[in-house]
């Protein structure tokens, strides 16, 4: 199984011919699978060009973004949860952070003042983006292996109660995916031990939106560096990384 990194938020996951796009900024081909886990544009667009080129898509999503990207055109839709060539996958939404507490009030105002134009944009395709929550993605494949894709789920907001709950659900995962908000990374350094997951990716999804926006960017690897100090086996998954796993098996014996 190889994990791909493709910029923005989209990852991309291989395994027996078979291809999987988490939230695609550059259109997937026919007969992929598409998970959609937020409203972002650029999580979205990629599906959006892929529907109105015609391609046969599977795309699993809740059911506002499935009802909005019918508007572009047919795919197959499955509301929160899917069967798809042996894999099992299921979403769960969670709270996100407010504009302000994810990004800080000071750096959005002096975004606004450098770069007006693309700061317009952005709200504008906020107002055009289907309204639905962030969400989770949990994929088991037929061997039972598991993947969490955590998201942006875990900060110094979320709910101690969720988490515990994610936790109890899906501790010993063999492959857990989380992003990291700007200066959230206490956070994530506390939990996502806690997981113990097999492998653990620490993706950046929000450095290239940041960047557009004129927003200051976190390195993510003094985070990984402190996650492998407690014992995990972290990785740095960044824009153009790509990561193979030989050793999990994936098919059923």
Same mark, same amino acid.
């Given at each position: 199984?190889?994990?791909?990194?493709?910029?923005? /938020?989209?990852?991309? @996951?291989?395994?027996?011919?078979?291809?999987?796009?988490?939230? &695609?900024?550059?259109?997937?081909?026919?007969?992929?699978?598409?998970?959609?886990?937020?409203?972002?544009?650029?999580? !979205?667009?990629?599906?959006? /060009?892929?529907?109105?080129? %015609?391609?046969?898509?599977?795309?699993?999503?809740? +059911?506002?973004?499935?009802?909005?990207?019918?508007?572009?055109?047919?795919?197959?839709?499955?509301? !929160?949860?899917?069967?798809?060539?042996?894999? $099992?996958? $299921?979403?769960?939404?969670?709270?996100?952070? $407010?504009?302000?507490?994810?990004?800080?009030?000071?750096?959005? !105002?002096?975004?606004?003042?450098?770069? +007006?134009?693309? /700061?317009?944009?952005?709200?504008?395709?906020?107002?055009?983006?289907?309204?639905?929550? +962030?969400?989770?993605?949990? @994929?088991?494949?037929?061997?039972?292996?598991?993947?969490?894709?955590?998201?942006?789920?875990?900060?110094?907001?979320?709910?101690?109660?969720?988490?515990?709950?994610?936790?109890?659900?899906?501790?010993?995962?063999?492959?857990?995916?989380?992003?990291?908000?700007?200066?959230?990374?206490?956070?994530?350094?506390?939990?996502?031990?806690?997981?113990? &997951?097999?492998? @653990?990716?620490?993706?950046?999804?929000?450095?290239?939106?940041?960047?557009?926006? %004129?927003? &200051?960017?976190?390195? !993510?690897?003094?985070?990984?560096?402190?996650?492998?100090?407690? %014992?995990?086996?972290?990785?740095?998954?960044?824009?153009?990384?790509?990561?193979?796993?030989?050793?999990? &098996?994936?098919?059923?014996?």
């Amino acid at each position: 199984m190889r994990l791909s990194h493709h910029g923005f /938020a989209h990852l991309q @996951l291989d395994w027996r011919g078979q291809i999987l796009h988490f939230d &695609p900024v550059y259109p997937p081909n026919d007969d992929e699978i598409v998970v959609l886990t937020w409203n972002w544009m650029s999580r !979205l667009k990629g599906v959006v /060009a892929a529907i109105q080129a %015609g391609r046969r898509l599977h795309v699993v999503a809740p +059911p506002e973004a499935l009802d909005w990207l019918s508007r572009y055109g047919a795919f197959e839709g499955y509301v !929160l949860d899917a069967q798809l060539n042996g894999v $099992s996958i $299921s979403l769960f939404p969670y709270a996100p952070l $407010s504009s302000g507490e994810a990004h800080g009030d000071w750096s959005r !105002l002096k975004s606004v003042v450098k770069r +007006p134009q693309r /700061a317009i944009g952005r709200l504008w395709e906020r107002f055009e983006a289907p309204d639905f929550s +962030p969400m989770i993605a949990h @994929l088991e494949f037929p061997s039972g292996a598991r993947l969490l894709h955590m998201n942006l789920s875990i900060n110094e907001l979320t709910e101690i109660v969720w988490i515990k709950k994610m936790i109890e659900k899906f501790r010993g995962c063999d492959w857990l995916i989380s992003g990291c908000d700007y200066q959230h990374d206490g956070a994530i350094i506390r939990h996502l031990p806690d997981f113990a &997951p097999k492998h @653990l990716l620490l993706a950046d999804l929000i450095g290239d939106f940041r960047k557009g926006m %004129g927003l &200051p960017t976190q390195i !993510l690897t003094p985070v990984v560096d402190k996650l492998s100090n407690k %014992g995990l086996s972290a990785h740095v998954f960044v824009s153009q990384a790509s990561y193979r796993f030989d050793t999990i &098996p994936i098919e059923a014996e």
